[in-house]
């Protein structure tokens, strides 16, 4: 079955730590986008790409980075710039053109 | 600033007990609106687009409508399996239409 495959589910980051959210696609989408979702917020878009090597920041870049090295893969990295980096996180995938987003099942990530 | 509002913040409802979602918007010359289903810790399940004011689509007990200003999704009928958080999207004004704002969600619970 073609779908996203977001590893891990849960992760745990100490301070000070740079971790790495892994998010893979079948789909042979175009698009892929990285959201970020806090209690009573909106999912917020942290970084997109729409081709192979090339990606745009989205509204919260600062404290992120992403790669687009193959079509199949946009890892995100969390790094110790970001402050407040406790939410659940969310990798989507898109067709070109305006049908909607495929969502993966999200990783949580916990500062301990 | 392009919004998307969502109401209620939540809504209880007994088994069988019909009722509507509510999604209001701000962008002009709308490219789309997109509902979305989430269950507690998993990312969202796509359920409709909507196009042009006076468009519907239905989904078993789910139908969305869609106005120049606002979109409903009205539940008929509800179950217990219903029961989630409800997102609705559209794409920023002015921009490309591969990004997506989102409203911060109904949360739908049906009891037995």
């Known amino acids: 079955d073609g779908g996203i495959t977001q590893s891990p589910k849960y992760l745990f980051r100490k301070e000070g730590q740079n971790v790495t959210l892994s998010c893979e696609q079948n789909l042979n989408h175009d698009a892929m986008y990285w959201y970020r979702q806090d209690p009573g917020q909106g999912l917020r878009l942290i970084y997109y790409?729409?081709?192979?090597?090339?990606?745009q920041k989205g509204d919260i870049a600062e404290g992120y980075s992403v790669s687009r090295e193959k079509k199949e893969s946009f890892p995100l990295t969390v790094t110790s710039a970001q402050k407040n980096p406790t939410a659940f996180y969310l990798c989507a995938s898109r067709e070109t053109g305006d049908g909607g987003y495929t969502f993966g099942s999200g990783t949580r990530l916990t500062v301990v | 600033e392009d919004q998307v509002t969502q109401s209620p913040e939540a809504l209880r409802l007994q088994e069988g007990e019909s009722s509507s979602l509510n999604c209001s918007y701000t962008v002009s010359g709308l490219r789309g609106l997109f509902w979305y289903r989430q269950d507690p810790g998993k990312g969202p399940e796509f359920l409709f687009t909507?196009?042009?004011a006076g468009e519907e689509k239905e989904k078993e007990r789910l139908k969305a409508t869609l106005t120049k200003k606002e979109s409903f999704l009205h539940i008929t009928a509800p179950k217990p399996e219903d029961s989630a958080t409800y997102l609705c999207a559209v794409p920023p004004e002015g921009g490309a239409t591969n990004k997506l704002i989102f409203g911060t969600g109904t949360l739908l619970a049906v009891q037995p």
């Open positions: 790409s729409q081709i192979v090597n090339d990606f």
């Open positions: 909507l196009y042009s």
